[in-house]
T-cell receptor
C-alpha cells in the first residue's frame, strides 16, 4: 500500500463547478500538507500548504486537513478552464532537518467550457 | 527572472552514456532537491542538499551522483545510463525554516535509447 493515495482521474467538470480533490495517507507522522498544481510539461507549482488539521483559504482555493481520518482535500470554487492541470498532494513529517516530501500520484483535472 | 532553472530541458542519449543535468536557483534558498517523475507522473525524491551538505539520499543506484558546488547549484551526474532512467528530472529548492515550501524547476526530460 502506498503511503499517499490519490485518485488519478481524469476528473472532468464544467466551467463554474466546485471541484473536490482528495488524498488519503497512512503515515500518522505527517504534519505538513501541500497541494501542487502541474501543467502539462511544466514543473509542479506550490498552491497551498497547511500545518496539522484545519482549513486554509486562498482566493478560490480551500485546503482541508483531517488528521483523525488521515484525509486531505482541496476545493476549487468557480472552476476555470485555466485550472485544467494535474493536482498533486504532498506531505511531510518535517523533523526539522530534512524536508522529505511524499507525493500522491496526482489527479488530472479538466475544466470544460 | 527564473527562480529555479535547469539545463538542458531535453536530453536524448544512448544506453551506456554518461550525462549531467544542471540546476541553479536564484532565490537564496539553503536546501535543494532532485526528484524523478516517471511515466505515470509519480514524483519521488532522490537527493537533498542543505548548504552543500547531503541530507537525503534515497534508494538510488550509485550511478547517480549529485554534486553541489555552492548552495545555489545542484547538479546531477548519471553514469552508464539505462533504459529505465528515462523520466523527467526536477530540481527544487526551499528556504530554511519554512517547512516544505519547495519551488520546482521546469524539469529535464531524459530519454535513453
Amino acid at each position: 500500500q502506498k503511503e499517499v493515495e490519490q485518485d488519478p482521474g481524469p476528473l472532468s467538470v464544467p466551467e463554474g463547478a466546485i471541484v473536490s480533490l482528495n488524498c488519503t495517507y497512512s503515515n500518522s507522522a505527517f504534519q505538513y500538507f501541500m497541494w501542487y498544481r502541474q501543467y502539462s510539461r511544466k514543473g509542479p507549482e506550490l498552491l497551498m500548504y497547511t500545518y496539522s488539521s484545519g482549513n486554509k483559504e486562498d482566493g478560490r482555493f480551500t485546503a482541508q486537513v483531517d488528521k483523525s481520518s488521515k484525509y486531505i482535500s482541496l476545493f476549487i470554487r468557480d472552476s476555470q478552464p485555466s485550472d485544467s492541470a494535474t493536482y498533486l498532494c504532498a506531505m511531510n513529517p518535517y523533523t526539522g532537518t530534512a524536508s522529505k516530501l511524499t507525493f500522491g500520484t496526482g489527479t488530472r483535472l479538466q475544466v470544460t467550457l | 527572472d527564473t527562480a529555479v532553472s535547469q539545463t538542458p530541458k531535453y536530453l536524448v542519449t544512448q544506453m551506456g552514456n554518461d550525462k549531467s543535468i544542471k540546476c541553479e536557483q536564484n532565490l537564496g534558498h539553503d536546501t535543494m532537491y532532485w526528484y524523478k517523475q516517471d511515466s505515470k507522473k509519480f514524483l519521488k525524491i532522490m537527493f537533498s542538499y542543505n548548504n552543500k551538505e547531503l541530507i537525503i539520499n534515497e534508494t538510488v543506484p550509485n550511478r547517480f551522483s549529485p554534486k553541489s558546488p555552492d548552495k545555489a547549484h545542484l547538479n546531477l551526474h548519471i553514469n552508464s545510463l539505462e533504459l529505465g532512467d528515462s523520466a523527467v528530472y526536477f530540481c527544487a529548492s526551499s528556504p530554511r525554516g519554512t517547512p516544505d515550501t519547495q519551488y520546482f524547476g521546469p524539469g529535464t526530460r531524459l530519454t535513453v535509447l
